[in-house]
């Protein structure tokens, strides 16, 4: 693979995702074309760079993969992140939300099933015990994805109608985040917070850039407010019964007067609350080997579940240097965070 020097000026991300054009080579020369792009190491695996985005290996084969195999459904609905950004919390609330009416709170599956498990990803089959085949499942699906909006499957986006939810978080937070995961999920990784942060800030992270992640959702949130809802951690922490409300709405199934009364938008972010999940046997125990010595607990997708946690692991100094370079790509966006 060609070896690429750090780059500090990534491409941005000023075309709509419908813009890009993937051109993809047949399923069977996949693995030549990946051999010819960008490799750079420094996170615990090295990662390949596409369409200016950065992905582990075997993540990348699989988002190439889907490009074919994924076939969009008008009903569709996604829930994208970057990881760490709060994907199991958004799992959590969007699979309650949309089944409340099949399933009571005193006998819920998320009383016995990690919410990583409850939503497949597209592009990552088998994550769980539990993954079927996506294009098996009934519709409306609800589904996951890290893929950035500029290279989910063709046909995901103007044309196919379905309803993306997209969140976010303080980029500080996502990367200490991303930090600690790295360190307990890889066997014998053990990046220190200077290099990734100089790494990330470089827009070298798996899925980063950070910053153009954001900012194709942002942009297609504003362009179609119907189709893409874009949400901030940080603003589902400070009012979690309002975010229950905000995603019922966008999803079509609004709480009707009666559930508000019986205080089911409560009784909804309670029960996906950081408290109630790590409260779970199931979210304590067990886990799924992805090989690659990558084995996931599923006490692994929680861990602090708080705002502004950075202020423990990065100084002030390199706080305000990462806030100054992300305010600089998403200037005159309107996204801040
Ligand atoms: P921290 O490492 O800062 O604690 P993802 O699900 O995208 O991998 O994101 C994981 C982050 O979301 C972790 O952040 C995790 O603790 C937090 N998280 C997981 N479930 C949560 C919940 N129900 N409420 C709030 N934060 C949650």
Request: proline share 7%; hydrophobic share 35%; aromatic share 10%.
């Amino acid at each position: 693979m060609a070896q690429v020097p750090p780059q500090s000026d990534q491409e941005s991300a000023t075309k709509s995702a419908s813009d890009d054009h993937i051109l993809l080579p047949k399923q069977s020369q996949l693995k030549d074309f990946m051999s010819t792009l960008p490799v750079r190491e420094g996170w615990s695996q090295p990662l390949i760079q596409y369409k200016r985005y950065w992905f582990r290996p075997q993540m990348l084969e699989k988002i190439l993969q889907v490009q074919d195999a994924y076939k969009p459904r008008a009903d569709d609905i996604i829930l994208a992140t970057q990881p760490k950004c709060g994907t199991t919390w958004l799992k959590a609330l969007a699979f309650t939300i949309t089944n409340r009416s099949r399933y009571s709170f005193a006998d819920h599956p998320l009383l016995t099933r990690n919410p990583q498990h409850v939503v497949p990803f597209i592009e990552i089959p088998g994550l769980g015990t539990d993954h079927t085949d996506i294009e098996t499942l009934p519709s409306p699906r609800l589904l996951a994805t890290h893929m950035p909006m500029s290279l989910l499957p063709r046909g995901t986006t103007s044309s196919c109608g379905c309803r993306i939810v997209y969140l976010c978080r303080d980029p500080k937070d996502a990367l200490v985040s991303r930090l600690h995961y790295e360190n307990r999920v890889v066997k014998g990784c053990n990046l220190s917070m200077d290099s990734a942060f100089s790494m990330f800030c470089e827009g070298f992270s798996p899925y980063g850039p950070f910053w153009d992640h954001c900012l194709e959702y942002w942009k297609e949130s504003l362009a179609r407010p119907d189709n893409v809802l874009f949400l901030k951690y940080e603003e589902i922490m400070a009012d979690p019964v309002q975010a229950v409300r905000a995603l019922a709405n966008f999803l079509g199934v609004p709480l009707t007067k009666e559930e508000e009364s019986s205080g089911v938008a409560q009784e909804v972010a309670r029960l996906c609350s950081f408290e109630t999940l790590t409260g779970l046997q199931v979210n304590q125990v067990g886990g799924v080997d992805r090989g690659n010595k990558v084995y996931l607990d599923n006490s692994v997708f929680f861990r602090k579940g708080k705002v502004g946690d950075w202020t423990n692991h990065m100084t002030q100094e390199m706080g305000g240097k990462l806030d100054h370079i992300v305010q600089e790509k998403l200037q005159e966006c309107g996204l801040v965070f």
